[in-house]
């Protein structure tokens, strides 16, 4: 199956992990295995598959582990969704290679730590969806200056400080950060309390 092009495979009842053998498809450009029972971690040698260029949906599994740095390699990957999985450690900073990224997916994980300052890079991103995390500190700036960016949801993590206003941020109805009470300021539309 090596020449495979295209492996879709989701809402189906498979368990068990994702085959390390999957590396071998070098022509592999879409893979989909969500909403299935697989378990594991992703194995480096399928994450870091330079060919997937169109898509990655892992989403709705049982994946634990973190985030293999590996995934530099997919420099022109489009989309990537690994969201409502057991994932856990910080964001590699080596996403931020994924350059081409349009839509990232990592909802309803137990991601933590900051959001890297490296995905600054990411500015084709339209949708962005980091909710249901364990993220921390403060919500990026340069997330103001993605001039693509149409939707952000950022809610239910333990992110604190100043929300900014301008970009994205200037929308309330393209973006989500509820459930993060240390957060203050924003536009009025909000409703957050004044930042001292």
């Not at 992703?42 to 995934?71: A, C, D, F």
């Not at 420099?75 to 081409?100: A, H, Q, V």
């Not at 993605?146 to 941020?169: A, C, H, I, R, T």
Request: aromatic share 6%; glycine share 8%; hydrophobic share 35%.
């Amino acid at each position: 199956m090596t020449p495979l092009n295209e492996l879709q495979l989701q809402s189906n009842s498979l368990w068990g992990s994702i085959p390390q053998s999957l590396g071998k498809c070098q022509n592999l450009n879409l893979l989909d295995v969500s909403q299935n029972t697989l378990i594991g971690t992703i194995h480096k040698q399928v994450i870091s598959l330079p060919s997937l260029s169109r898509s990655v949906k892992l989403s709705q599994n049982l994946l634990t582990g973190s985030l293999p740095s590996e995934v530099s390699s997919l420099i022109n990957l489009g989309d990537l969704d690994i969201s409502r999985n057991e994932f856990s450690g910080e964001i590699p900073t080596t996403l931020g290679k994924c350059i081409t990224l349009e839509n990232l997916y990592m909802n309803d994980n137990n991601f933590q730590g900051a959001i890297p300052s490296s995905l600054s890079t990411l500015r084709s991103i339209h949708k962005l969806d980091l909710s249901s995390n364990k993220f921390s500190g403060q919500i990026p700036e340069y997330l103001e200056d993605f001039p693509l960016l149409q939707y952000l949801n950022l809610s239910f993590n333990d992110l604190e400080g100043e929300v900014p206003k301008e970009g994205v941020f200037r929308n309330a109805s393209t973006i989500s950060i509820y459930g993060n009470r240390k957060l203050c300021g924003g536009i009025p539309e909000l409703k957050l309390p004044n930042c001292t």
